[in-house]
């Protein structure tokens, strides 16, 4: 199993940034992916941005441009560096890992909120 622990969330004015962490734990050697979904009052948890071991990413359309995830190996660490936030990235932000085996793990999900 895998352990994870979202930090990093919090109240940012629109055009802010804000950077997201995600520490993983556990049978991390079996991690495939690593990757943010996000899921907004009244509406379905979308992804956000994945990153593969190999270090290819994917970004949402929506977010492409402006937001960037990356892996830190050593500490078991995914980010998400988010900037020119808008209001409508406000959401609660979870992280997710997929193993090689094909198990979903995911964290207890960070509060992200875009207001003046």
């Known amino acids: 199993q895998v352990q994870l622990v979202e930090s990093g969330g919090g109240l940012v004015q629109p055009g802010g940034s804000l950077r997201l962490s995600c520490a993983a734990s556990g049978d991390i050697f079996s991690i495939y992916t690593m990757g943010w979904y996000r899921q907004a009052p009244g509406k379905q948890r979308e992804v956000v941005a994945t990153i593969f071991n190999s270090g290819f990413t994917n970004y949402a359309d929506s977010v492409r441009g402006r937001f960037t995830i990356a892996r830190d190996n050593a500490k078991n660490t995914v980010y998400l560096q988010m900037s020119s936030l808008n209001p409508e990235a406000t959401a609660v932000y979870y992280c997710?890992?997929?193993?090689?085996?094909?198990?979903?793990?995911w964290g207890q999900g960070t509060q992200v909120t875009i207001s003046s």
């Open positions: 997710k890992v997929r193993t090689t085996g094909g198990n979903n793990y």
